[in-house]
């Protein structure tokens, strides 16, 4: 790893792009590898909210849940419009249960969708997430549709 590397010295090329390591790192499954690195992208850059977001997919990804939503809250705090952030966290309160705040969450990813292909199955995922909370079903998949965001 990158920052292992710069770490014990034998880093050649003098600059590391830990954001870019800790993407590879979530890619490969590396959850807590890529945390490290994202976490050292994040020195370099604070308050990065992209960053921030990739380190909340990493903490959910290991399991701490929590602190993932603490993460995306923190990036909607500083940028209310974040999409990536709502939509992340929308999942993670249907998770606990709570689908009122969650639907909140999924309206304002919809009102500010990002825009790519990437991004279409993730916006067709919201609405059909909204659409079976708003009939009252419970929604058939509580994960992101791929949790790489924006």
Not at 93 to 109: N, Q, S
């Amino acid at each position: 790893m990158a920052w292992w590397n710069k770490l014990l010295g034998s880093e050649r090329s003098g600059r590391v792009d830990y954001y870019d390591e800790g993407l590879t790192l979530l890619g490969e499954s590396k959850f807590h590898e890529a945390l490290t690195s994202l976490r050292l992208a994040l020195k370099e850059q604070p308050g990065d909210p992209v960053i921030l977001q990739q380190i909340a997919i990493a903490y959910t990804r290991i399991g701490m849940t929590e602190e993932a939503a603490k993460t995306y809250r923190h990036v909607l705090h500083k940028e209310p419009s974040a999409s990536g952030a709502h939509y992340g966290l929308a999942f993670l309160l249907l998770r606990t249960g709570d689908r009122e705040e969650a639907m909140e969450h999924l309206h304002a990813f919809l009102e500010n969708p990002p825009h790519g292909e990437e991004a279409s199955s993730h916006i067709t995922h919201a609405r059909s997430t909204l659409t079976q909370l708003a009939s009252g079903e419970a929604p058939g998949e509580l994960q992101p549709e791929n949790d790489e965001l924006f």
